[in-house]
């Protein structure tokens, strides 16, 4: 599902990204784990279509990032860290009009509007705007306008961040069961270790803008240590200034 060889990005003197081989298989579920500045979320938006590689190729859902990077986003659902939910709007109508930008007719939108409401526990919301949700709702609302179109791969940069443990658990169930019932495959960067050791069936560990690190989470915690445990050995102590990269 995903293939990288060699992608790089730079800005200016920065090399956020040094060289990075990627592999996704269909159906899997990856956890894509760093520091803050490792270049994960650098490396997501790449993939996304959302940042031209600086080099290296990538197929991505079964089309050329470079080549047919429209191929891209039409086979991809993206979740960004700050979320997209429209803060003024009622939500219904929004996730509809998604569908129409995306090809749909008017019929067909609405129906999988309904479907996606049912199946991510969201009926009786679709007519508030996005500042009168939790933030566990609006997390869930993200991921249905991601899945509209029905991507055959979904990017979930930090979905969790700042929810309650009970928001947590409710969006790995759903991701999870959306993983069963649809064989979507899933990438997503996340900081709670627990999460990705629960969640995910392989990790990578980018630092520096390199991979480090990749395996199960019972093969990279053999020896009984703790994910915790693994991430710290490989990436060190020391705090990391850099932000957003």
């Known amino acids: 599902m995903i293939r990288t060889t060699g992608l790089t990005k730079t800005f200016g003197d920065v090399t956020a990204v040094a060289g990075v081989d990627i592999t996704v298989e269909p159906g899997e579920i990856v956890g894509f784990l760093g520091p803050n500045g490792a270049g994960k979320t650098t490396t997501m938006r790449m993939l996304a279509t959302l940042l031209r590689p600086t080099s290296g190729a990538a197929v991505v859902a079964g089309r050329d990032l470079l080549a047919d990077p429209r191929g891209v ?6 979740v960004s860290q700050g979320g997209g939910v ?20 008017r019929e067909e939108s609405a129906a999988r509007t309904r479907a996606l409401l049912a199946r991510l526990e969201l009926t009786g919301l679709e007519e508030r705007p996005g500042a009168a949700l939790s933030g566990g709702q609006r997390r869930r609302f993200d991921i249905a306008f991601a899945l509209l179109h029905e991507p ?4 979930l940069d930090e979905p969790t961040t700042g929810l309650d443990p009970q928001s947590r658990a409710n969006l790995w169930d759903h991701v999870r069961a959306l993983r069963a019932e649809r064989g979507l495959t899933v990438l997503l960067t996340t900081h709670y270790l627990d999460e990705a050791d629960a969640l995910c069936d392989r990790l990578l560990i980018i630092d520096h803008g390199r991979i480090v690190a990749e395996g199960t989470p019972a093969a990279l915690k053999s020896g009984g240590r703790t994910l915790d445990d693994v991430f710290l050995d ?3 102590r020391s705090l990391r200034e850099e932000a957003g990269v």
């Open 73 to 78: 986003r039409r086979r991809i659902g993206y």
């Open 86 to 105: 429209p803060p003024a709007e009622p939500l219904r109508g929004e996730l509809e009009l998604q569908g129409m930008l995306y090809g749909l007719g």
């Open 234 to 236: 490989i990436t060190g």
């Open 152 to 155: 055959a791969l979904l990017f």
